[in-house]
C-alpha cells in the first residue's frame, strides 16, 4: 500500500513561489498517474494538475495553467508541484493523491490521500 506525504507549503505573498513535494513510501507510486488537489474552506477538494506514471504527460486545471508545474522523480519516489505567480485564490490546503482509475481528475477516483499541507497566498 502506497503512503503519501506532502510538503513545502507555507505563507507566500501574491506573485511568489512554493514548490510543494509528495513523498511516497510503502509501495512505489511509479506505477500510477498521481494527481495534486487542493481544497479550500467551504469550498470542494478540487483537480490541480496529474502527471501520467512515466511523465511522458500531464494536465492542469485552467486557472493554473501556464503557473503550476507537476513532476516526478520515480527514482526518488516523488511528485512534485511548483506553483509560480501565486494568487490569493490559491490559497487552499494542498494533496497529493494516486490514481485508480488511469488518467482520471475527478477526487473519487484517487486514492492513498496524504494529511496534505497549507498554502496561504496573502495579498
Known amino acids: 500500500q502506497v503512503q503519501l506525504v506532502e510538503s513545502g507549503g507555507g505563507l507566500v505573498q501574491a506573485g511568489g513561489s512554493l514548490r510543494l513535494s509528495c513523498a511516497a513510501s510503502?509501495?512505489?507510486?511509479?506505477?500510477?498517474?498521481t494527481g495534486w488537489f487542493r481544497q479550500a474552506p467551504g469550498k470542494e477538494r478540487e483537480f490541480v494538475a496529474a502527471?501520467?506514471?512515466?511523465?511522458?504527460?500531464?494536465g492542469y486545471a485552467d486557472s493554473v495553467k501556464g503557473r503550476f508545474t507537476i513532476s516526478r522523480d520515480n527514482a526518488k519516489n516523488m511528485v512534485y508541484l511548483q506553483m509560480n505567480n501565486l494568487k490569493p485564490e490559491d490559497t487552499a490546503v494542498y494533496y497529493c493523491?494516486?490514481?485508480?482509475?488511469?488518467?482520471?481528475?475527478?477526487?473519487?477516483?484517487?486514492?492513498?490521500w496524504g494529511q496534505g499541507t497549507q498554502v496561504t497566498v496573502s495579498s
Open positions: 493523491a494516486r490514481s485508480t482509475a488511469g488518467w482520471a481528475t475527478a477526487p473519487k477516483q484517487y486514492a492513498s
Open positions: 510503502g509501495r512505489t507510486i511509479s506505477n500510477y498517474v
Open positions: 502527471i501520467t506514471w512515466g511523465g511522458s504527460s500531464t
